[in-house]
Every structure is written in C-alpha cells, then in structure tokens.
C-alpha cells in the first residue's frame, strides 16, 4: 500500500500527468474549433506556416530544424501551437537582462590574459587559436600555476572529494545535475553538515529534472535548516514551456577558491559502482588546485547570484596562490561554461576545434554519439586524412533509444576509417577528448543536442599537462576492455532495427 502512495503521490507522476493533460486539452480545442470554426483552421495553418518560416530562418543548427518541421508539417492544425510551447531556448525579457548580468559578470572577474597567449603562441600558435576561441567566447582565460590530477574512476574522485571537503575553511560551493540520496551523498553530506556546524559558507545548487526521481519534493528546505543554503535550478511545474528545455548539467565542487573538481560524475551510487544499475559504470573528473579554480568559482558563483537575484562581490571568494611546487606543474589549463542562452555553441565549436587542429591521433570517449553534419565531417574528414581517429561508447545503454541513435552512426563513420568501440563491461559516462600527446578535454559535455544546444555545460582544456598523458593511458587501458565494431557488424541490421533507427535519428535533436 505505501508503494502504490509513493507512486501516486510521485511529483514527477503529477508534472507528467498535469503537462498531458494540458496537452490533451490542446489537441481537444484545437481539434473542436477546428470542426466548428474554419477561420480558426485558417489561422491554425498560417501559425504552421509561420512557425516553419522562422525555423527555416533561425541560426539553428539544421538537423534540429528538420526535428521540429516534420511533425509540424505531419500535424498543422497544432503543430505550429507545439512548437510555441516547447520549441528553442525562449527566455523573457527579465530572464536575458538577467543573463546579460551574469556575461557583463563574467567578463569582468575573469579578464583576458594576453601574456599567457603569447606564451602559448610561442610554442604552436594552433594552440593558442584555441585558447583565444575560450577567452573570448566563453569568458574563460588560460591558466598556469595550476596542479591537475585526472582521475579515470568515479570511486579515485569521491575519496579525494570527501579528503578535500574535510580540509575546507571558509566555504564549499556544490553544482551538480544529480544529487541522489545513498552512500555518496550520504557521506558528503555529514561533511557538510559538520563544515556548516563551523559557520563555513556551504552553497549547492542542484537541478530540479536531474533530481526529481533522486530527491524528495522540498528536499532544498531540509538542507537549509542544517545551514546548508542551496538553490534549485528550473524548478520543475506542472505547466507546458519551453524552459523545461534547459537544464543545469555542469558539475562543479569547490573548495575554499583553490581545489575544484568537474567532468561527467554526478552525487549518485551508480557512479561509484555501489549499486549496479546498467553493468560497471565507466566514468571521470579533475580536479584542479591552484589558480585555474577561479574560474570554475566564477561560475559557480554567477549561477547562483543568476538564481538568487543577487549581486554579489566575486572577489572576496578569490584565493592567493596555493602552496604547492608550481615549478613541478606544466601546461596550461583553461575551464570554460557553455551556456545555452547566447547562440554560442561553444561546447561544440571546441570539440570541432580540436578535431580540425589534430595530427597524429583522436581519443574520444562519449555516453552518447548523436552528431550533427559539421561534427561527422570534422571527424570522417580527419579520419580520411590518416589522423587516427578512436571513440569509446557503451555497450550496455542508460537509455534505449538514445543507444539506438548512437548505433545508428556506426556505419557511416566506420567505412571513412574512424574506429568504434563499445565498453563491453557497461556503461561509460565519460565525456573526454585526448588529442596528440598534446590536448585534453575533461567536461560535462556530451556529443549529443542536449548538450550541445539546450545544456548548462562546463569543461576543462588542457594543453600539455601530465593530465593529458593520464587521459591517454586510461583511454588505451579502456580499449582493452571494449569490443571493436566491424563495419559488418554495423551493416548486418535487420530491417525493422534500421527503419526503427532510421525514425529515432531523425527525431534525435528533441530527445
């Protein structure tokens, strides 16, 4: 009987059923005016046609266009109405000028360093045209005197997080897509209740998608009066919009301005294999120490005056330099933000930039492989050049048809000589660029729409760090547990499995 409660009384159960409701009620006075009101049929199709009119013209990308114009021309009478509700990343006025805030924020706190560029020119000037790209475009400038350390498992990063939260003084800044109640969370959160008990400055923010089924309903009240102030990204209501769209998907721990962490693990069990969920789970982060953690603090803190509706002054959570040997630290470290909101993809534009500056060889590891155009010909056209080009996806999936969707780019990519892999033992969350002993991305980033479009996203860019020696050596290490592809095995597909991939691909922007 309580599980039956607990189902029906589920918050995701009552948004879901409330959000069909309205859609169904939709359909139904779309299609009773429609029987009775010609005029209203007329202007029904006129909104399609205009709707498909500014899809047509809006500088997004192509594939996601095609998403939208299929059902919109399958369905007119209330397509276009569809696309209003859900359709592309709308914001209100109040939301951009709040926007805008943050970027005038940003710009402000993390000002271009031009000398690191010209140190950077001086050794390959394709490096420092990336570097240049994440100043500029993302607010995120070069670092040096930054130690990393890359870890290639969930359970290396919870232990050092939990050996680094115990050592915070003044304030620990949380940021994640997930927080799940279990043995992770659990034994963080006695961290942070005796940190919190000090009087040190503790902040999470989660997102309400990401933890609607791993937090109960008020979850962020029950964390305040332990004297833990947290915040709930596009908390979820039961009311059709287009903001249900975009996500917070970064994950971020800070540490008194000079320890931070980011890449693709979440505050859940699954992540450090304490439970079994979808077979072993594959996953990684960095961490940073020194004076690349300013940035991910920017963000962090940007994210939360964006939230709270305050102006805060960033500088007095800026740290002097750590007392580490920097002399021992080589490289250059660069974090960066995606934001979804300013046309800018600039989580992709990396990715590509990487591909198109590469040599020797490509690593990548991916949950999810759902590509556009720019991004199979940046990679096939490398491929096709003798680069050697590897990807790493899972063989158990998280999501079906998602898997289906990466499958169905297998054949494609392999007869142009790329190599696909699948992680026989599981699920690899990993979202991880290696390129020539040289560059090394760790993000949040999947290659997928969501990510790259919709997503709140963070990373990490390496250049010549012993960290990208590390990416490399997990990467082959993970080949030895992973199955090749064949290209006849990508080929030998029954017929009903590729007109069934064939439908998802093309729907594959929206999922």
Known sequence: MKFIKKILLNRILVIGISILAQLFALIWATLKF??????FYAISIIISIGVVLFIINDPINPAYKIAWIIPILLFPIFGGLFYIFFGGNKVNKRDKKRMKFIEHKMKQCLPPDRDILKEIELIDKDAMNQSSYLQNSAYGPPFKDTFTEYFPIGELKFKRLKEELKKAKEFIFLEYFIISEGKMWDEILEILKEKASE??????????????????????????????????FNPLIPVLSPKLNNRDHRKI???????????????????????????????????????????????????????KGIDEDFNKFKKEKVH?????????????????????????????????????????TTPYLIIDNEMVVALTSAAKAGIDVKIITPHNPDKWYVHAVTRSFYKLLIEKGIKIYEYIPGFIHSKNFVVDDNYGVVSTINMDYRSLYLHFECGVWMYKTDSVYDMKKDFLDTLELCKEITYEEATDIKLHRRLGRSILRAFSPLM
């Not at 429609?34 to 005029?39: E, H, T």
């Not at 490289?331 to 590509?352: A, S």
């Open 34 to 39: 429609q029987d009775y009101f010609v005029l």
């Open 199 to 232: 009087g040190i400055d503790i902040r999470i923010i989660y997102d309400d998608f990401g933890c609607v089924l791993t937090l109960p309903y008020g979850y962020d009240k029950k964390l305040e009066s332990m004297g833990i102030k947290c915040a709930i």
């Open 253 to 307: 721990a800070i540490i008194d301005g000079h320890t931070g962490f980011t890449g693709g693990i979440n505050l859940a069990d699954e992540y450090i294999n304490v439970i079994d969920r979808f077979g072993h789970w594959k996953d990684s982060a960095i961490m940073l120490k020194g004076d690349a953690v300013w940035s991910l603090t920017v963000m962090f803190l940007s994210m939360w005056d964006y939230m």
């Open 324 to 364: 580490i040997d920097y002399k021992k630290q080589k490289g250059y470290i660069q974090p960066f933000t995606d934001n979804p909101l300013d046309d800018e993809t600039v989580g992709e534009i990396t990715y590509l930039n990487l591909i198109n500056k590469a040599k020797d060889y490509i690593y990548i």
